[in-house]
């Protein structure tokens, strides 16, 4: 069965402090990993998609990356507006062209000033 | 529109009363999906439609739940004789297939409650 892990499930940061946020996934075939940020009442909103192994994208002050088995969302000097809850999805290539994803669960960031 | 509208942004309904949730997807969008979100958790998938054909509702969980996209644009999820377990953040979502693949955008939601 496809499976999307994430953790921590919670994360406070102190302005500045940079760490990262793990989506461990099993899927039958990986066609992509998405990456979404969601605030408090609004829907997720795209924040990169990674296709292969080895592959690494950024926006400001994120980048995610992405192995065989586990993509990882690296913070680099956090500011209070990065607060968010971050969603780790995947398509599997079994999903043909529906473009259904499989969410985790989420990682709340609390970055304080 | 700019984004994925989604009408009514809230509706408290009492138990065994039918809902209708309606969803505009962007414009030019071909694929439209309803996914179902509980508080703390992702969204949870209900239906895929490709145009107008149904291609995948494998998520919907049982027979109250229906969703139909009859001109390949608006979409409505309905829910029949709600429950209280409907209760949820009900989202949908749009996307157009380009080099990159689909980048799936989601609209704001409606939020459910059944009393």
């Known amino acids: 069965e496809d499976q999307v892990t994430q953790s921590p499930e919670a994360l406070r940061l102190q302005e500045g402090e940079s760490s990262s946020l793990n989506c461990s996934y099993t899927?039958?075939?990986?066609?992509?990993l998405f990456w979404y940020r969601q605030d408090p009442g609004k829907g997720p909103e795209f924040l990169f998609t990674l296709y292969s192994a080895g592959e690494e994208k950024e926006k400001e002050r994120l980048k995610a990356t992405l192995t065989k088995k586990e993509s990882f969302l690296h913070i680099t000097a956090p500011k209070p507006e990065d607060s968010a809850t971050y969603l780790c999805a995947v398509q599997a290539k079994g999903s043909g062209n529906t473009g259904k994803l499989i969410f985790g669960q989420g990682t709340t960031l609390q970055v304080k000033p | 529109g700019a984004g994925v509208s989604q009408s009514p942004r809230y509706k408290v309904t009492k138990r065994g009363q039918d809902v209708a949730l309606r969803c505009d997807p962007i414009?030019?969008?071909?694929?439209l999906y309803w996914y179902r979100q509980a508080l703390g958790q992702g969204p949870e998938f209900l239906t895929y439609?490709?145009?107008?054909?149904?291609?995948?509702k494998s998520g919907l969980p049982n027979d109250r739940f229906s969703a139909e996209r009859p001109e390949g644009s608006i979409s409505t999820l309905t829910i029949q004789r709600t429950e209280q377990r409907d209760s949820a953040m009900y989202r949908c979502?749009?996307?157009?297939?380009?080099?990159?693949?689909?980048?799936?955008?989601f609209g704001e939601g409606s939020w459910l409650t059944v009393v």
């Open positions: 439609f490709n145009y107008e054909a149904q291609q995948d």
């Open positions: 979502a749009s996307s157009i297939r380009d080099r990159a693949g689909n980048t799936i955008y």
């Open positions: 414009s030019g969008h071909v694929s």
């Open positions: 899927v039958s075939g990986l066609r992509g």
